[in-house]
């Protein structure tokens, strides 16, 4: 049976650079976008009205950068990645709800090892939990003792196409690779490069073949232009960023997805880590160089999109900070919606354009003029279906039958493609 349902608010931000459409609200057909109208153009008899006229709606969140176990303000972050199955699972449901009541209905996940992220995707899928919809790597790439290793790690040529063929038969949706080394883990420096271009160059190689992006998690130097130089679809976090290399990344259109709470929230890698002199001196190098290279980067007009990288319910964060240097509201936003979908390749998300999956955040507040009112997230929907309802404390999971379609690539859950071969 088709159910119509129109959103009434004081108006439609959609995610494109429209802006606000005043005074409209949102007409939802089969958990779609139908229209961005006014009321009076809407009617039928099985029309249902939700009222939300004190509120601003606007396009679910794409939180670009994420991992669904780790917590950053609790520290040692590797270890946390390598931790048991179980546990990793218990937080990951919290950490998931954390993200979708802050209006963060889509997420990309850049590295979990135990295939947790595989399950959690489907079981999200499923209706068993609730959190975004995700898009998942499986275990990134990173050589013996590099950042972010899960494992072994892994080197060559050969053996990374083999890591990709892996990852790829379980059904990621993309690649992670680090070709640099990370604030977070000691005795790893930012810009030298972990692997040599030839490996980068196998690893896309190889993604290609499987129709994968790879990702590069790399803050500056010979690590991200190498990358770049290979033609990596984004450079994630890229602190350390010169002129050099974010010009080469504008000609070849490059992604960059900031991801700045985690380096200045003081809940972020600041307070998890502060007993780690090793950590914390390449913070204050990372915050120095991050301030002048998100400026190069807003001069150089560089494609951008957000994530919390683990700073779960924070996506607020992210925009306001583009916005503190020198994005417009409207920019903002739409690096945290429309932008988040490029990256991810997920023409179903990111606007409300007719057609789109009806995944939305309702704001108290206008946030084109000011952008804080991104925190003041009340209400959050997927598909259609309100699944969190932050006024009241409450989170839903869908019910199974509002489930037709919710993944990424259309197959079904629970049917076997995807997953394991
Ligand atoms: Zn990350």
Not at 304 to 327: C, K, P
Request: net charge negative; charged share 20%.
């Amino acid at each position: 049976m088709s159910t119509t349902k129109f959103v009434r608010c004081r108006g439609v931000i959609d995610g494109t650079d429209v802006g606000l459409r005043e005074g409209a609200g949102l007409l939802v057909r089969d958990g779609r976008v139908a229209a961005v109208t006014s009321r009076d153009q809407v009617s039928g008899p099985d029309l249902t009205v939700l009222d939300f006229s004190d509120y601003y709606l606007v396009p679910g969140f794409v939180d670009a950068h994420t991992h669904v176990t780790i917590r950053p303000g609790e520290g040692d972050q590797h270890g946390q990645l390598q931790g048991p199955a179980a546990w990793q699972a218990i937080r990951g449901v919290a950490n998931l709800g954390g993200m979708l009541r802050s209006g963060v209905t889509t997420a990309r996940i850049m590295t979990e090892v135990h295939d947790i992220d595989f399950e959690f995707k489907e079981r999200i899928a499923l209706g068993e939990v609730t959190g975004p919809r995700l898009h998942v790597s499986g275990p990134g790439l990173s050589p013996p003792g590099g950042h972010g290793s899960a494992g072994a790690g892994v080197s060559g040529p050969e053996n990374l196409r083999e890591a990709v063929r892996r990852n790829a038969g379980k059904g990621a949706d993309h690649i992670k690779m680090f070709t640099t080394g990370g604030v977070s883990s000691s005795g790893t420096a930012l810009e030298t490069s972990a692997y040599s271009g030839e490996e980068i160059a196998a690893t896309i190689d190889e993604a290609g073949k499987h129709g994968l992006p790879v990702s590069a998690h790399a803050h500056g130097g010979p690590g991200a232009e190498l990358a770049v130089d290979a033609g990596i679809h984004s450079i994630e976090h890229g602190a350390l960023l010169t002129e050099d290399i974010i010009g080469k990344m504008r000609h070849r259109g490059t992604w960059l997805v900031a991801t700045n709470s985690i380096l200045f929230h003081p809940t972020g890698i600041e307070q998890g880590d502060a007993s780690e002199p090793s950590i914390m001196s390449k913070v204050t190098q990372a915050r120095a160089a991050a301030e002048v290279s998100l400026g190069l980067v807003r001069r150089a007009g560089l494609r951008v999109a957000v994530g919390t990288d683990s700073m779960h319910g924070l996506i607020g964060f992210e925009m306001e900070w583009l916005v503190r240097h020198g994005w417009t509201e409207l920019e903002a936003v739409i690096a945290g919606t429309a932008s988040g979908a490029a990256v991810l390749r997920d023409s179903s998300c990111g606007t409300l354009e007719p057609g789109k999956r009806a995944d939305f955040a309702l704001l108290r507040r206008n946030p084109l003029t000011d952008i804080t009112a991104v925190y003041e997230v009340d209400h959050v929907f997927r598909s259609g279906r309100q699944v969190a309802d932050n006024a009241a404390g409450v989170l839903s999971v869908p019910p199974r039958s509002d489930l037709g379609g919710l993944m990424a690539d259309g197959h079904v859950p629970g049917k076997g493609a995807g997953r394991a071969g």
